[in-house]
RNA sequence: CGGGGCGUAGCGCAGCCUGGUUAGCGCGCCUGCCUUGGGAGCAGGAGGUCGUGUGUUCGAAUCACACCGCCCCGACCA
């Protein structure tokens, strides 16, 4: 019996005695760590941490991981995208032709190699794919192509957090697509859509696909997957009532027309000695804020732009940037306020303003409200838009609230926090176009490649998936990630009868195709019943003293703590069963 | 980078404010006994440049300054 020898289709050692394994797990939480995910990945001696963002996988941690590549990788195929291997080290030079090696940012680590040349770490590769685009498809004849790799990336984030949530260093499933159109593009796009919902929902995950930011190119075609959990670090919106799912960014208000009938009123001025707070004011005045509209000052590329919206909604920058066709925007302090607009901050009003001003298309509906005076001390009342005052645009600006009907059936509205797994975007030809990238059509035009890119944070989704599958005693890992699916416990480890039934049963589990492990420690109960609850491995089979008084085993779901004696036989095909029957479903 | 906090044994912490022998405790680890169905017990033991450097002092884990590292809150993203 030569364990060392033995090893299963997947290339995984056949033969997993806890015994002789690296899982150290820990009794008590790291200091280090904050949210769940990262204290149990921690606890379960999944991975160790070498330096800030950047973890080392150890064996079960890495099983983990590998199954959640190997799920992508069969849904990439099966979507028909073929697998190749970029490198990690970049040149310079070719992230100089997209102009992103100025525009990146510090989150792109460069160097300089022995020759003095310059280079990165990739964080993300358009750069090389469309390099390679450019030197390998010249006809329409090699279109549609999607080319992906499972690889690490390295972006020296501002601030890993949450262990393998945002580190510095983590596992990306990035994809590309090479289109000859526009619509053929968004063939490549629904197809990655689908893909994805595929993949996610065999990783046993609650997720949406939301509607994202798509920045300058804009459409529907860049959908988010967010993986709903507490600890998410983005607030999305979604539809009780429908399929509506969208990023807080990019929710769309849906305005009630309504028909105000009250007359226009005379406008005034009203003192409100010190008053500066949209709360203060209301209190002072006896008012709702909603019958109030604030105007807030922010610089757009530096510029100051004010943006109206009513008292008691907030600006959603991200909107106003797209609006603006920004590349950034930021509020304005005190002092650089009163710069622009020669009005204390407080006071600020659209009825006469130095500066730029944009609506909120809610102000532009109201009827009879108070502003800022523009003069320190004062506010106006019954102020209304058109006849008061002008707007250079008026648009959705604000930030969705619950209170808001869903855009899409007018349902109820939910605000619920998700985490980022994956993403999907159609990219059009910004890339080919900067880099060249072209083929030849039909008509024997030269035409630039219409791309997509497809991305899947892999670590991320561990994390991710132990986010909404935990409990107080572990992780209860989703049966198509855990990196194992049985563990058997020999209670009896000095007891022949129970060490051989034990071993017989993990040679049986192992001979019906089960990925088991065998705890053989000489440990107490007690601390292996701990271990096999924080390692989540979904079902545990115990070999002890029933057995050598009943000759049954007790097997254990690890979900829902069912727990039912039969004899090994049986658990054998039992298990076989239930976990067959789940990893068939793709 | 801005704001807050922390670096003492593998892990979790006390000691520091108010300097003074061999720097403690719990867990883990090693040896032995005992125990064996939910992180046992007893006995013995190993393990520490007190983050680094400089300074103050007769004397520094303790006080000061600088640096390094890590964690948390903000802008970024898979």
Redesign the pocket.
């Known amino acids: 019996m030569d364990d060392h020898l033995e090893f299963n289709q997947n290339g995984k050692r056949n033969t997993m005695r806890y015994s002789q394994l690296l899982l150290?797990?820990?009794?008590?939480?790291?200091?280090?760590?904050?949210?769940v995910s990262?204290v149990l990945m921690l606890?379960a001696g999944f991975m160790r941490?070498l330096?800030?963002?950047?973890y080392t996988y150890l064996p079960f941690g890495l099983a983990a991981i590998r199954k959640v590549e190997n799920i992508v990788r069969e849904e990439m195929n099966r979507a028909g995208a073929q697998e190749l291997l970029m490198p990690m080290v970049q040149p310079a030079d070719l992230w100089k032709e997209t102009g992103r090696y100025e525009k990146y940012?510090p989150?792109l680590l460069r160097f300089h190699d022995r020759h003095d040349r310059e280079s990165c770490l990739g964080?993300?590769h358009e750069e090389v794919i469309t390099d390679i685009a450019r030197k390998e498809l010249h006809s329409y004849r090699d279109l549609p192509v999607n080319l992906y790799q499972i690889q690490t990336?390295f972006?020296d984030?501002?601030?890993?957090?949450?262990?393998?949530?945002?580190?510095?260093e983590?596992?990306?499933k990035?994809a590309y697509s090479f289109d000859v159109s526009d619509e053929a593009a968004e063939v490549s796009y629904m197809k990655m859509y689908e893909a994805y919902k595929r993949i996610f929902s065999r990783c046993g995950l609650d997720f949406r696909a939301v509607q994202?930011d798509s920045g300058a190119i804009g459409g529907s075609f860049s959908h988010?997957?967010m993986v709903l959990a507490k600890t998410g670090?983005?607030t999305i919106v979604i539809c009780k009532d429908c399929e509506y799912a969208a990023n807080m960014e990019k929710a769309v208000v849906k305005l009630t027309p309504e028909t105000s009938t009250e007359p226009l009123a005379e406008m005034e001025k009203v003192e409100t000695p010190g008053k500066r707070k949209v709360e203060a004011v209301c209190e002072f005045l006896g008012i709702e804020p909603s019958l109030l509209v604030k105007t807030l000052v922010f610089k757009a590329d530096g510029q100051p732009v004010a943006v109206l919206v009513r008292g008691d909604r907030e600006v959603e920058?991200?909107k106003l940037k797209n609006l603006l066709g920004v590349a950034?925007v930021e509020m304005a302090g005190d002092e650089e306020v009163f710069k622009a607009t020669g009005v204390p901050t407080g006071y600020l009003g659209p009825v006469g303003i130095r500066v730029r001003v944009v609506a909120d298309q809610e102000v532009a509906a109201m009827r009879n409200f108070y502003v800022g005076g523009n003069e320190k001390n004062y506010h106006l009342k019954n102020v209304n838009f058109g006849r008061d005052f002008q707007a250079e645009a008026v648009a959705d600006l604000r930030q969705i609230t619950p209170g808001d009907p869903c855009p899409a059936c007018g349902g109820q509205l939910k605000l619920t926090e998700g985490i980022?797994?994956?993403?999907v975007?159609k990219l059009g030809t910004g890339y080919s176009q900067s880099m060249n990238a072209t083929f030849q059509d039909s008509d024997g035009q030269e035409k630039h490649f219409v791309m997509g890119?497809y991305?899947?944070?892999?670590?991320?989704?561990v994390a991710a998936a132990i986010e909404q599958n935990h409990d107080d005693?572990?992780i209860i890992f989703p049966i198509p990630l855990a990196p194992y699916t049985v563990i058997v416990?020999n209670?009896?480890?000095?007891d022949e009868a129970i060490s051989a039934a034990a071993e017989k049963v993990y040679r049986d589990l192992q001979a019906a195709g089960l990925e088991v492990i065998l705890d053989d420690r000489?440990?107490?109960?007690?601390?292996?019943?701990?271990?096999?609850?924080?390692l989540g491995i979904p079902y545990?089979l115990?070999?002890?003293?029933?057995?050598a008084k009943s000759g049954k085993?007790?097997v254990?779901s690890r979900r829902d703590?069912a727990?039912e004696e039969m004899t090994p036989e049986e658990a054998v095909s039992v298990l076989r069963e239930k976990l067959l029957a789940e990893l068939m479903k793709k």
């Open positions: 150290p797990t820990l009794k008590e939480s790291p200091a280090e760590a904050e949210v990262h606890r941490k330096t800030a963002g950047i940012g989150e964080p993300t990336k972006r984030e501002i601030r890993p957090r949450f262990g393998l949530m945002r580190g510095r983590f596992i990306m990035d994202a988010e997957f670090e983005d920058e991200v950034d980022e797994v994956g993403h975007f890119c991305g899947i944070g892999v670590s991320r989704v005693n572990g416990l209670l009896g480890v000095k000489d440990e107490r109960p007690g601390l292996k019943f701990k271990d096999a609850d924080l545990r115990t070999v002890g003293n029933s057995f085993v007790e254990r703590g727990t």
